[in-house]
T-cell receptor, first 114, second 113 residues
Framework: QKEVEQDPGPLSVPEGAIVSLNCTYS??????FMWYRQYSRKGPELLMY????GNKEDGRFTAQVDKSSKYISLFIRDSQPSDSATYLC??????????????FGTGTQLKVEL | DGGITQSPKYLFRKEGQNVTLSCEQN?????MYWYRQDPGQGLRLIYY???????QKGDIAEGYSVSREKKESFPLTVTSAQKNPTAFYLC????????????FGPGTRLTVT
Protein backbone atom coordinates (compact mmCIF):
# COMPACT_ATOMS: atom_id res chain seq x y z
CA GLN A 1 0.00 0.00 0.00
CA LYS A 2 1.30 3.44 -0.94
CA GLU A 3 1.71 6.06 1.77
CA VAL A 4 -0.30 8.52 -0.32
CA GLU A 5 -3.16 7.51 -2.61
CA GLN A 6 -4.57 9.77 -5.29
CA ASP A 7 -7.04 8.96 -8.04
CA PRO A 8 -5.21 9.53 -11.34
CA GLY A 9 -8.35 10.51 -13.27
CA PRO A 10 -8.68 11.88 -15.85
CA LEU A 11 -11.39 14.13 -14.49
CA SER A 12 -13.34 16.14 -17.05
CA VAL A 13 -15.66 18.98 -15.99
CA PRO A 14 -17.47 21.83 -17.75
CA GLU A 15 -16.23 25.39 -17.33
CA GLY A 16 -17.62 26.98 -14.16
CA ALA A 17 -17.97 23.71 -12.27
CA ILE A 18 -16.71 23.13 -8.75
CA VAL A 19 -13.89 20.61 -8.78
CA SER A 20 -12.99 18.38 -5.87
CA LEU A 21 -9.61 16.66 -5.80
CA ASN A 22 -8.65 14.31 -3.00
CA CYS A 23 -5.84 12.31 -1.44
CA THR A 24 -5.72 9.80 1.38
CA TYR A 25 -2.64 8.90 3.35
CA SER A 26 -1.51 6.39 5.93
CA UNK A 27 1.41 8.05 7.76
CA UNK A 28 0.26 9.77 10.96
CA UNK A 29 3.53 11.74 11.09
CA UNK A 30 2.54 13.93 8.16
CA UNK A 31 1.96 17.50 9.35
CA UNK A 32 2.30 19.56 6.18
CA PHE A 33 -0.01 19.09 3.23
CA MET A 34 0.60 20.67 -0.15
CA TRP A 35 -1.09 20.91 -3.51
CA TYR A 36 0.99 21.40 -6.63
CA ARG A 37 -0.25 22.12 -10.15
CA GLN A 38 1.69 20.72 -13.09
CA TYR A 39 1.05 21.68 -16.68
CA SER A 40 2.05 19.21 -19.36
CA ARG A 41 5.84 18.85 -19.74
CA LYS A 42 6.49 21.48 -17.07
CA GLY A 43 7.70 21.42 -13.47
CA PRO A 44 5.12 21.46 -10.66
CA GLU A 45 4.24 24.78 -9.02
CA LEU A 46 3.10 25.11 -5.44
CA LEU A 47 -0.55 26.16 -5.15
CA MET A 48 -1.20 25.93 -1.45
CA TYR A 49 0.07 24.37 1.73
CA UNK A 50 -1.66 23.69 5.03
CA UNK A 51 -0.23 22.83 8.38
CA UNK A 52 -2.13 20.22 10.39
CA UNK A 53 -5.93 20.12 10.14
CA GLY A 54 -8.24 22.81 8.88
CA ASN A 55 -9.13 24.85 5.83
CA LYS A 56 -7.21 27.38 3.82
CA GLU A 57 -8.62 29.55 1.07
CA ASP A 58 -6.80 31.41 -1.69
CA GLY A 59 -8.98 32.94 -4.35
CA ARG A 60 -10.84 30.18 -6.15
CA PHE A 61 -8.90 27.46 -4.34
CA THR A 62 -9.68 25.92 -0.96
CA ALA A 63 -7.57 23.26 0.72
CA GLN A 64 -8.99 21.08 3.47
CA VAL A 65 -7.20 18.67 5.77
CA ASP A 66 -8.92 16.11 7.99
CA LYS A 67 -6.17 14.40 9.95
CA SER A 68 -8.61 12.18 11.84
CA SER A 69 -9.64 10.62 8.53
CA LYS A 70 -6.22 11.02 6.90
CA TYR A 71 -7.91 12.76 4.01
CA ILE A 72 -7.11 16.00 2.20
CA SER A 73 -9.01 17.86 -0.50
CA LEU A 74 -8.54 20.71 -2.93
CA PHE A 75 -11.63 22.51 -4.19
CA ILE A 76 -11.56 24.72 -7.26
CA ARG A 77 -14.52 27.07 -7.68
CA ASP A 78 -15.61 28.51 -11.01
CA SER A 79 -13.17 26.26 -12.87
CA GLN A 80 -11.55 27.65 -16.00
CA PRO A 81 -9.94 25.96 -19.02
CA SER A 82 -6.62 27.34 -17.75
CA ASP A 83 -7.06 25.10 -14.67
CA SER A 84 -6.57 22.06 -16.92
CA ALA A 85 -3.47 20.41 -15.51
CA THR A 86 -2.33 17.59 -13.27
CA TYR A 87 -2.77 18.26 -9.56
CA LEU A 88 -0.34 16.60 -7.18
CA CYS A 89 -0.82 16.32 -3.45
CA UNK A 90 2.29 16.15 -1.29
CA UNK A 91 2.90 15.62 2.40
CA UNK A 92 5.71 15.84 4.90
CA UNK A 93 6.49 15.64 8.58
CA UNK A 94 7.97 18.38 10.71
CA UNK A 95 11.64 19.13 9.96
CA UNK A 96 12.65 18.31 13.51
CA UNK A 97 11.00 14.93 13.21
CA UNK A 98 13.05 14.09 10.16
CA UNK A 99 10.45 15.47 7.82
CA UNK A 100 12.96 16.92 5.43
CA UNK A 101 11.43 15.27 2.40
CA UNK A 102 8.02 15.13 0.83
CA UNK A 103 5.89 12.20 -0.28
CA PHE A 104 3.86 12.86 -3.41
CA GLY A 105 0.64 11.40 -4.74
CA THR A 106 0.55 10.19 -8.33
CA GLY A 107 -1.44 13.23 -9.48
CA THR A 108 -4.98 13.73 -10.82
CA GLN A 109 -5.31 14.89 -14.40
CA LEU A 110 -8.02 17.57 -14.70
CA LYS A 111 -9.57 18.88 -17.90
CA VAL A 112 -11.94 21.82 -17.84
CA GLU A 113 -13.94 22.00 -21.04
CA LEU A 114 -15.63 25.00 -22.65
CA ASP B 1 14.27 36.80 -12.24
CA GLY B 2 14.91 34.21 -9.55
CA GLY B 3 14.33 30.60 -10.37
CA ILE B 4 15.64 27.17 -11.15
CA THR B 5 17.05 26.20 -14.51
CA GLN B 6 17.54 22.69 -15.81
CA SER B 7 19.33 21.84 -18.97
CA PRO B 8 18.88 20.43 -21.44
CA LYS B 9 15.10 20.10 -21.79
CA TYR B 10 15.43 16.88 -23.79
CA LEU B 11 18.34 14.47 -23.64
CA PHE B 12 18.98 11.31 -25.59
CA ARG B 13 21.61 8.73 -24.74
CA LYS B 14 22.61 5.23 -25.68
CA GLU B 15 22.36 2.48 -23.12
CA GLY B 16 25.59 2.03 -21.15
CA GLN B 17 26.53 5.71 -21.15
CA ASN B 18 26.59 7.91 -18.09
CA VAL B 19 24.81 11.25 -18.43
CA THR B 20 24.80 14.34 -16.22
CA LEU B 21 21.74 16.55 -15.78
CA SER B 22 22.28 20.16 -14.80
CA CYS B 23 20.36 22.06 -12.11
CA GLU B 24 21.12 25.67 -11.14
CA GLN B 25 19.18 27.98 -8.82
CA ASN B 26 19.53 31.65 -7.93
CA UNK B 27 16.95 31.66 -5.14
CA UNK B 28 19.65 31.52 -2.45
CA UNK B 29 18.14 28.26 -1.20
CA UNK B 30 20.32 25.94 0.85
CA UNK B 31 18.32 22.77 0.15
CA MET B 32 18.07 21.11 -3.25
CA TYR B 33 16.33 17.95 -4.42
CA TRP B 34 16.21 15.60 -7.39
CA TYR B 35 13.01 13.75 -8.28
CA ARG B 36 12.10 11.31 -10.97
CA GLN B 37 8.58 11.30 -12.46
CA ASP B 38 7.14 8.32 -14.30
CA PRO B 39 3.57 7.89 -15.56
CA GLY B 40 1.33 6.59 -12.80
CA GLN B 41 4.09 6.81 -10.17
CA GLY B 42 4.15 10.42 -9.07
CA LEU B 43 7.38 12.08 -7.99
CA ARG B 44 9.99 9.91 -6.31
CA LEU B 45 12.95 11.40 -4.44
CA ILE B 46 16.38 10.41 -5.75
CA TYR B 47 18.78 12.56 -3.69
CA TYR B 48 18.59 15.69 -1.61
CA UNK B 49 21.09 18.12 -0.15
CA UNK B 50 20.52 20.47 2.74
CA UNK B 51 23.87 22.22 2.54
CA UNK B 52 26.96 22.46 0.37
CA UNK B 53 29.19 19.37 0.40
CA UNK B 54 26.49 17.24 2.00
CA UNK B 55 23.73 15.11 0.46
CA GLN B 56 21.53 12.15 1.37
CA LYS B 57 19.98 9.33 -0.58
CA GLY B 58 16.29 9.47 -1.23
CA ASP B 59 13.97 6.58 -1.93
CA ILE B 60 15.43 5.51 -5.28
CA ALA B 61 19.13 6.48 -5.24
CA GLU B 62 20.51 3.31 -6.82
CA GLY B 63 22.15 4.01 -10.17
CA TYR B 64 22.41 7.76 -9.54
CA SER B 65 25.07 10.04 -8.10
CA VAL B 66 25.17 13.73 -7.18
CA SER B 67 27.57 16.41 -6.03
CA ARG B 68 27.01 19.68 -4.21
CA GLU B 69 30.16 21.77 -4.54
CA LYS B 70 28.34 25.08 -4.84
CA LYS B 71 25.15 26.36 -3.23
CA GLU B 72 23.67 27.20 -6.62
CA SER B 73 24.34 23.90 -8.35
CA PHE B 74 23.25 20.28 -7.79
CA PRO B 75 24.06 18.12 -10.84
CA LEU B 76 22.68 14.59 -11.12
CA THR B 77 24.54 11.81 -12.92
CA VAL B 78 22.52 8.92 -14.25
CA THR B 79 24.93 6.02 -14.44
CA SER B 80 24.85 2.94 -16.60
CA ALA B 81 23.86 0.99 -13.47
CA GLN B 82 20.41 2.59 -13.48
CA LYS B 83 18.17 -0.09 -14.97
CA ASN B 84 15.35 2.11 -16.24
CA PRO B 85 16.78 5.60 -16.76
CA THR B 86 14.19 6.89 -19.24
CA ALA B 87 12.06 9.35 -17.26
CA PHE B 88 11.26 12.99 -16.56
CA TYR B 89 13.75 14.41 -14.03
CA LEU B 90 12.85 17.35 -11.83
CA CYS B 91 15.10 19.46 -9.66
CA UNK B 92 13.73 21.52 -6.77
CA UNK B 93 15.02 23.80 -4.04
CA UNK B 94 13.81 25.23 -0.75
CA UNK B 95 14.99 26.88 2.42
CA UNK B 96 16.08 24.06 4.75
CA UNK B 97 13.32 24.63 7.30
CA UNK B 98 10.67 25.09 4.63
CA UNK B 99 10.79 21.71 2.91
CA UNK B 100 7.06 22.04 2.23
CA UNK B 101 7.66 25.06 0.01
CA UNK B 102 9.72 23.57 -2.80
CA UNK B 103 10.26 25.37 -6.08
CA PHE B 104 10.71 23.21 -9.13
CA GLY B 105 12.65 23.62 -12.33
CA PRO B 106 11.15 22.91 -15.77
CA GLY B 107 12.51 19.37 -15.88
CA THR B 108 14.69 17.31 -18.21
CA ARG B 109 13.22 14.47 -20.21
CA LEU B 110 15.85 11.76 -20.58
CA THR B 111 15.45 9.02 -23.14
CA VAL B 112 17.88 6.11 -23.16
CA THR B 113 17.77 3.62 -26.02
Amino acid sequence: QKEVEQDPGPLSVPEGAIVSLNCTYSNSAFQYFMWYRQYSRKGPELLMYTYSSGNKEDGRFTAQVDKSSKYISLFIRDSQPSDSATYLCAMGGTPRGGGNKLTFGTGTQLKVEL
Amino acid sequence: DGGITQSPKYLFRKEGQNVTLSCEQNLNHDAMYWYRQDPGQGLRLIYYSQIVNDFQKGDIAEGYSVSREKKESFPLTVTSAQKNPTAFYLCASSHPGLVYEQYFGPGTRLTVT
